[in-house]
């Protein structure tokens, strides 16, 4: 039996309060004019002008790996405080068996969030009070982006159009800044990519530098730079998890996708590598109709469990990148979709690994909806808040400003300020207001600021009437 207890907000006596924890950032503009508070926060000045806890959680993981959880402190008698005890104790149970448990008695649901119970997954409690009382949860994931630079000229590739070779990247303390100032913003996933994140020669220091209180860390690779003394240095540095970008189970079809013969070989080698070493590791590949159909989605779930590798995340194929304007019909329909759900469901029945992670899922109806700027943004290497990955959009550059900041500035902008049940980047009337409309010139990622200076599309133009009747003769609905 594994027991913790965690301290969720405590209070400082001083002029004015001083709040800390994971759900400070929340709660304190409420609280800091309250009198019990006050009362509370004022026995911290007989104790030395010490700290007191307001409000904890007992955690408890008995034999059979069942999870519960209590509130403590004054706080803690409060019924909204039951409730969210709660609230975290049943979301947790409903999870069902882990993937694994860690040797420290850690349980691990997916490599995308931190591992339960711990400081950094008690954060995500901060987000859903801040749903409840904002309207908006907090960033929980940022995908940062700090090299353009590969190895491979991917035919599909959705960074291709970010890079500048005339403009130098963000330097180290550049990232470190970002990194900080997402971890305090809410963020418990950082995920570093590119481009080839390996190819950076600071990405260690990088890794290092994440708080693994306050966030895991991982990086999305094509594999080719996964040897023996890279691994060993992303151990030490303490990477959470690794997924290397697998395109087919044919090791020829994926090389020449990826332009660079024996790309599959290397990828396959470095990521076992990793596994042995002990990081998490999963595949990225994505489904298109024609995947689907042919039978290679299923293969590649097989050769993943054939690897022994822990995840597999199938994205939906998304129109970005060097495909941003490219012809929709390799887009998934709405059946396409379901299927794909269904494959989750009967291979994750029982939890075995690998555990298969569908967008179709996640990011549809049945899952959370779109991740892109409600819990989740993406900075690319010269610094520009974008969304998500696949989005060509940005809110400002972290050069110039606060990841808070640019952050408020997305979630309040007509495009990000509601949450929405399935991927924007896939529905019709949002790429007509937001995506067709930018250049083809660019520039990449296209500063929403600059839209005024464009003329809006006519929704009943020719146009605009073929981009929705293609969407819809596949099934895809805004």
Request: hydrophobic content about 35%; charged content about 25%.
């Amino acid at each position: 039996m594994r027991t913790e207890h965690f301290s969720l907000l405590k209070v400082k006596p001083g002029k004015p309060l001083q709040f800390s924890g994971p759900i400070a950032r929340v709660l304190a503009p409420h609280l800091k004019d309250n009198k019990m508070i006050k009362a509370i926060a004022s026995t911290g000045i007989l104790k030395g002008g010490n700290e007191i806890e307001l409000l904890g959680m007992k955690t408890e993981i008995s034999t059979d790996g069942t999870f519960s959880a209590w509130p403590t402190g004054p706080m803690g008698k409060l019924p909204q405080a039951k409730q969210a005890a709660e609230g975290v104790q049943s979301a947790i149970r409903k999870r069902g068996k882990p993937i694994m448990v860690r040797d420290n008695g850690t349980l691990v649901y997916t490599s995308y969030q931190p591992p339960v119970p711990t400081k950094a997954s008690m954060k995500l409690l901060g987000s859903r009070l801040s749903h409840e009382i904002n309207g908006h949860p907090q960033p929980t994931v940022c995908t940062l982006q700090v090299t353009t630079r590969c190895q491979a000229n991917c035919i599909h590739c959705s960074a291709a159009r970010h890079k500048r070779v005339q403009e130098p990247e963000m330097t180290t303390q550049d990232w470190k800044r970002v990194v900080r100032e997402s971890e305090q913003l809410g963020a418990v996933t950082i995920i570093f990519t590119g481009g080839e994140p390996l190819l950076r020669p600071d990405i260690f220091e990088l890794i290092d530098w994440v708080d693994k209180d306050e966030a895991v860390v991982g990086i999305f690779s094509n594999g080719l730079l996964l040897n023996d003394d890279n691994v060993k240095k992303l151990v030490d540095a303490g990477l959470w998890f690794i997924h290397v970008s697998i395109d087919s189970p044919n090791a020829e079809q994926h090389d020449e996708m990826r332009r660079v013969p024996g790309c599959f070989e290397k990828a396959i080698e470095g990521l076992t590598r990793a596994k042995e070493a002990g990081i998490l590791t999963g595949i990225s590949t994505y489904a298109t109709p024609e995947r689907l159909r042919n039978g290679q989605v299923v293969e590649l779930i097989e050769m993943t469990k054939r690897y022994g590798f822990d995840e597999i995340t199938i994205f939906d194929v998304v129109p970005t990148g060097r495909l941003l304007h490219e012809d929709r019909c390799h887009l998934l329909s709405d059946q396409d979709k379901e299927e794909l759900c269904k494959i989750e469901n009967e291979y994750n029945e029982g939890h075995p690994l690998p555990q298969v992670i569908t967008q179709a899922h996640v990011n549809g109806p049945t899952g959370i909806g779109c991740y892109a700027g409600w819990c989740q943004f993406y900075m690319t290497a010269y610094g520009e808040m974008t969304p998500c990955d696949f989005t060509p959009l940005h809110f400002g550059n972290a050069r110039d400003e606060s990841i808070e900041t640019l952050w408020n500035r997305m979630i309040g902008h007509d495009g990000y300020c509601y949450h929405k049940n399935s991927c924007r980047m896939q529905d019709p009337e949002f790429r007509t207001k937001w995506i067709d409309r930018i250049p083809l010139t660019g520039p990449f990622p296209y500063p929403v600021e600059k839209f005024s200076e464009l003329a809006e599309i006519d929704p009943d133009s020719e146009d605009v009437m073929e981009i929705a009747e293609g969407y819809s003769s596949i099934g895809i609905k805004g």
